[in-house]
């Protein structure tokens, strides 16, 4: 089956530092693939996606490309800050009868220290 | 935006209670979600449901049962709660159409079972 493998924390980071968590995506097509946070105490919230191959999906500064040849969906960020302190999910997403379920990644722990 | 409400942010109950999480979504989604939480576990799916009255075993559906008897409605139901069950669940939709599209989480709920 379809199977996300991602990046294992905790990372931790100065303010401003560059930020980069690795996922990668196993699959027997062409997935959606999404990046999603969870802040202290809330759901996760969709951060940002990308449908196909050389799609680069970016929000609030963090950006990912969803590279074909090696599926994989890193995702990036030039400055972080103290508010990224959050938790991050890659997670992908196939056609076909899925009923849209999605397949996770275990998530990465991020804390930004000033 | 797509609004996801469950209806309680966190909720206490003893060992042997049966317990009702509700969740609602405001977008005419057809696919709905049951997850829980659990530190170094990641998400993990409960069960699914891809229309109204029809559902489906996710990875961990023993112990639960769920209910969907409207569109926007989607319940889960702990028969006889027990301690194992202390977690956070989170709830989500999706749409069917349109692609592989992203899920839409609610806020979670976090239960403790007594």
């Known amino acids: 089956g379809d199977s996300v493998t991602q990046m294992e924390g905790p990372v931790t980071l100065s303010e401003e530092a560059f930020l980069t968590i690795n996922c990668t995506y196993t699959a027997t097509g062409y997935p959606s693939l999404f990046w999603y946070v969870q802040y202290p105490g809330e759901g996760l919230q969709l951060l940002l996606k990308?449908?196909?191959?050389?799609d680069k999906g970016s929000n609030k500064g963090f950006e990912a490309t969803y590279r074909k040849e090696t599926t994989s969906f890193h995702l990036e960020k030039g400055s972080v800050q103290v508010s990224d302190s959050a938790v991050y999910f890659c997670a992908g997403v196939s056609g076909g009868t899925s009923y849209g379920k999605l397949t996770f990644g275990q998530g990465t722990i991020l804390t930004v220290h000033p | 935006d797509v609004k996801v409400t469950q209806s309680s942010r966190y909720l206490v109950k003893r060992t042997g209670e049966k317990v009702f999480l509700e969740c609602v979504q405001d977008?005419?989604?057809?696919?709905m979600f049951w997850y829980r939480q659990d530190p170094g576990l990641g998400l993990r799916l409960i069960y699914f449901s891809y229309d109204v009255k029809m559902k489906e075993k996710g990875d961990i559906p023993e112990g639960y049962s769920v209910s969907r008897e409207k569109k926007e409605r989607f319940s889960l139901i702990l028969e006889s709660a027990s301690t194992n069950q202390t977690s956070m669940y989170l709830c989500?939709?999706?749409?069917?159409?349109?692609?592989?599209?992203?899920?839409?989480f609610g806020d979670g709920t976090r239960l403790s079972i007594l």
């Open positions: 989500a939709s999706s749409p069917s159409t349109g692609g592989n599209q992203p899920q839409h």
């Open positions: 977008m005419d989604h057809e696919n």
């Open positions: 990308a449908t196909k191959a050389d």
